[in-house]
């Protein structure tokens, strides 16, 4: 298992030194290690989200060409990168996930999550329990494969072993922000996926939309899940209430949470208690 070197926390959490986290064949995993390798990912994010996909960039972004955030600073950024594809290390990066931890919230005012779900009230529930916020998921087009993924999940689990991380949660995705469209998916999760008690989150009044009443077709609501929505619940995530419009990005959210203990002992298995099965 790859070694993390502990260091003194700033806004921007940057390591030129941090090893990879584990490796397949010409791909491996490791987080940032440079102002210009974030920068890298900011690109990617804004090609996925921008250019292929629905989301309406800014003036500033669409002049960067970068989708970038105020919480950008305050993470660390996850990347998969193919050493083969350039002999540039910036063009190499296929994948990214952006990482943020409770300590990291603190400094900048919140998680990002809480723009559109109350989340408050469920981290006050878990006094002591360690939180990881996963967001700004997106791969290169032609890297959507298993490798890319199960290298993305090896570097999570990974962080999580390291950072002693108790609970996984973010903003999952589905695309379009006509519900009329999104009945089967929603109606899915609202009735197969949601909650219990103590780890119940819903969307913000102001923000939230009305999920209506029961699945009629299970089976093929599961099939128009994401396929990262679909891996969050075949790991033993939860589905928060309610859904939130983002008009910005296309795409209509619900809130998943992954307490750790949650996580399906196979997936442990396939990836090692220590995070060693792709290690490098």
Known sequence: MASFVPMPRQAMSIDPTMGVLGRLGGMEVRLARSREEIKAAQQLRYHVFYEEMAAQPSALQRMTRRDKDGFDRYCDHLLVIDTQKSAVLTEQIVGTYRLMRDTSAALAGGFYTASEFDIGPMILR???KRFLELGRSCVLKDYRGKRTVELLWQGIWAYVLHHKVDVLFGCASLSGTEL?????????????????DEWRVAALPHRSVVIPGECPDPKRALAQLPP???GYLRL????????VVDYQFGTTDVLVVLPVENINPRYIGHYGADAGRFAA
């Open 126 to 128: 878990h006094p002591g």
């Open 180 to 196: 009329s469209t999104l009945t089967l998916p929603l109606t899915f999760l609202a009735n197969h996926a949601k909650a219990p």
């Open 228 to 230: 990262l929505l679909k």
């Open 236 to 243: 033993g995530g939860y589905i928060g209430e309610g859904a």
